[in-house]
């Protein structure tokens, strides 16, 4: 096997030295790792690339998968891999030979990403790795006298994306986070277990965010008890964001500082300081993790939404396309929610394995019948589960897929099925607040209000600043409307309009309790706004609305709306 560095000689300077020692990292704690691990020798080291002898052909095509795959998003390193099955000649401290010629012709032909294996190689693999390879054209080889046939992974490495060589610019895949051990400031090593396990356990829960990769611990850690410049970690590490923290404990107290911070201009995202008492260690230790955890995701979304919002649609990636449509989407109104269902589609056209683009062009469907901007729902339903299934045939562990098959089946009338939807999504990350509000609300459609209030809460505890919260507070709006709570569900549907003054469930549900409390001329005016953005809403196509089920006694709901004035 023949593997190689993305040419940098161009760079100069501090750039090269910041991507010589992203280089030296990646190799002593992947790259190494993986050629041992699947019993290869690397025989020859040549600059920045290597050749590697494996006892088979099955190994070297394992290793090589496993090392591109660990690169997919990483912002600096990309790797050309070419492999062939030949003889190989070792003479003092060289190596010669067919086999090693042509896996470095392949790997030179490569791009960056990418695997090349030859056909003695090809038809060396079973049938089940052979199906990871496409192509078998002839390729006339530099020096080599006869064409060889090359088959190309169809990995992820086969994406059209240039390598980013230099400087902390991103390559605009999905974003990738470091979390550094945090510093033991007690002055006891035998409190290193505890910040340790803080930053440990971060990771750990990190992980469930799909879409969000993490580095692994063993290379993170690398830099514990080090003075750092973290552009240069980075750099090192091929990362556009780096959490640190410190802990400090005193007698039976604790305070654990924490900030994220974005590596491309140094800026502090979001940081934040916690002190507890320690009652419980682990407890306080999972209490801490849990509120870090919580708060990194949705600030590293706004990150990436300002980021997709400061360039052009024409040049964005799926990636940014994708949190592009998330800053559309959020605003809640009639357009903006067609725009976010554009950007989305343009998103799986540049990346069909874009995952979370599909999931979330599913849940933009969905949101466009709940908002009854579709004339054809019951197509635009069948679309959002075929992209949701598609979303989770390519990451299994998608939860935005998991709710939006929720969704759908919450807006086909199978209401309990769309509640066992989201369960297995807050199995899978029982950190992400939307799908704890996305709980709450299908709990509510079923009739449990209290269980719905009780997810919806915690939703929102988990996230205080989302961009979405005008339809939690409408759901909070019904589900005390439903439960006779009429001064709290005026509240929350106050809530849901200083949010979103145009969101149509938060207009009809305020309509409904300002009628109720008698005050018809405000409810009034939310009707006529409702009418303004909705003409054909009627008495009959809210009782028709597939997503309340029969537990939901929709009577004092429509008698209020009639109070207030929407037609029949």
């Not at 100069?12 to 190494?32: H, K, N, S, V």
């Not at 407890?283 to 990194?296: K, L, N, P």
């Not at 709450?440 to 988990?462: D, P």
């Not at 938060?506 to 939310?526: K, Q």
Request: glycine residues 8%.
């Amino acid at each position: 096997m023949a593997a190689d560095m993305v040419d940098y000689s161009r760079l100069m300077g501090e750039d090269q030295a910041r991507t010589l020692g992203a280089l030296r990292l990646f190799r002593e704690t992947q790259f190494e790792p993986a050629v041992k691990e699947h019993g290869g020798n690397v025989v020859k080291g040549m600059g920045d690339g290597w050749i590697v002898e494996f006892p088979s052909i099955m190994d070297a095509v394992a290793c090589a998968i496993m090392v591109q795959e660990n690169l997919t998003d990483h912002e600096i390193i990309k790797i050309r891999i070419g492999i062939h099955i030949g003889d190989v000649v070792f003479e003092a401290e060289d190596v010669f030979g067919d086999g090693v010629n042509i896996a470095a012709r392949l790997e030179a032909l490569a791009d960056p990403g990418q695997i090349l294996i030859s056909e003695n190689a090809y038809h060396s693999l079973d049938s089940k790795n052979g199906q990871s390879f496409i192509g078998g054209g002839p390729q006339q080889l530099k020096n080599i006298a006869r064409p060889v046939h090359v088959w190309r992974w169809q990995g992820t490495g086969l994406r059209d994306t240039a390598a980013v060589i230099a400087g902390p610019t991103p390559t605009g895949n999905r974003p990738a986070i470091a979390v550094l051990a945090f510093d033991n400031m007690s002055g006891d090593p035998e409190q290193e277990f505890f910040s340790d396990g803080i930053a440990g356990d971060i990771i750990t829960e990190l992980s469930r965010f799909s879409w969000l990769k993490i580095i692994a611990q063993n290379s993170s850690f690398l830099y514990k008890g080090k003075a750092v410049d973290l552009r240069q970690v980075g750099q090192e590490l091929g990362v556009r964001y780096i959490l640190e923290g410190s802990v400090r404990r005193a007698s039976d107290r604790v305070r654990v500082t924490a900030q994220l911070i974005d590596t491309r201009m140094g800026d502090n995202i979001w940081a934040d300081r916690y002190d507890r008492d320690l009652d419980d260690i682990f407890a306080v230790q999972d209490e801490i993790t849990r509120a870090i955890t919580r708060s990194i995701a949705p600030n590293l979304e706004f990150a990436e939404m300002d980021l997709a919002r400061q360039r052009e649609p024409a040049n964005l990636d799926s990636w940014e396309l994708t949190h592009r449509a998330h800053s559309e989407y959020y605003r809640l109104d009639k357009n903006n929610t067609v725009r976010a269902n554009e950007l989305h589609r343009q998103a799986v056209e540049r990346d069909p394995k874009a995952a979370l683009a599909r999931a979330y062009l599913a849940l933009g469907l969905t949101a466009s019948v709940i908002l009854r901007q579709t004339v054809t729902p019951d197509e635009a339903l069948i679309e959002a589960e075929t992209q949701a299934r598609t979303a989770l045939e390519i990451d299994r562990k998608n939860t935005v897929a998991l709710w939006a098959l929720g969704q759908v089946a919450l807006l086909s009338g199978e209401n309990e099925k769309a509640c066992r939807y989201i369960e297995r999504a807050v199995a899978v990350n029982p950190n992400d607040a939307r799908i704890q509000a996305a709980l709450g609300q299908s709990n509510i459609m079923c009739g449990r209000y209290e269980a719905g209030i009780e997810a919806i809460l915690k939703g929102i505890e988990i996230s205080p600043r989302d961009p979405h919260l005008a339809t939690e507070y409408s759901n909070m709006a019904f589900a005390n409307f439903q439960s006779g709570r009429l001064d709290m569900a005026c509240e929350w549907a106050e809530k849901a309009l200083e949010e979103a003054p145009d969101y149509g469930p938060g207009l009809r549900y305020a309509a409904a309790i300002h009628a109720s409390l008698g005050n018809i001329e405000l409810a009034r005016r939310h009707i006529n706004k409702l009418k303004t953005l909705d003409p054909k809403i009627t008495i009959s196509t809210i009782a028709e609305m597939p997503m309340y089920s029969a537990a939901v006694d929709l009577v004092r709901l429509l008698e209020a709306l009639r109070n207030a004035g929407l037609p029949e």
